[in-house]
């Protein structure tokens, strides 16, 4: 991910300097890469072919969110989403909770707080 210089005159000056008009980028590791397909599937589909993302990443779904699937089974309790064998589908109600969900695929905030819960503030 880049992230392009704020000021339009800084911008246009590196464009015709011929340089890339960035302030800054990130590089992102191959988890980053299944992590954000992952959300961005249940994110924008609210649904999740489990195999499409073995095939895509060359995993074992269940094996790689071993620990995820097991924290959206209290998701599943509230009837937020159904959890399939094959697939992960979003419930109407889990909709209005899906920034939720998706953020149990998200590693970095599970490193910066497991126990903390935070619907108050995707709500």
């Keep these: 991910y880049i992230q392009n210089l704020k000021s339009h005159d800084r911008y246009y000056q590196a464009i015709r300097d011929s340089q890339l008009p960035v302030l800054r980028g990130v590089l992102l590791s191959r988890d980053d890469e299944i992590r954000r397909y992952v959300i961005t599937q249940i994110m924008?589909?609210?649904?999740?072919?489990?195999?499409?993302?073995?095939?895509?990443?060359?995993?074992?779904?269940?094996?790689?969110?071993?620990?995820?699937?097991?924290?959206?089974?209290?998701?599943?309790?509230?009837?937020?989403?159904?959890?399939?064998?094959?697939?992960?589908?979003?419930?109407?109600?889990?909709?209005?909770?899906?920034?939720?969900?998706?953020?149990?695929?998200?590693?970095?905030?599970?490193?910066k707080s497991d126990t903390k819960k935070t619907f108050s503030r995707t709500i």
Excluded: W
């Design 44 to 111: 924008c589909n609210f649904y999740l072919e489990k195999r499409d993302v073995e095939q895509r990443f060359d995993l074992d779904f269940d094996r790689a969110f071993a620990s995820e699937l097991e924290a959206l089974r209290e998701h599943e309790q509230n009837g937020f989403l159904e959890l399939h064998d094959d697939h992960i589908q979003i419930s109407p109600m889990g909709r209005v909770f899906i920034r939720n969900i998706a953020m149990t695929f998200d590693t970095y905030l599970k490193k």
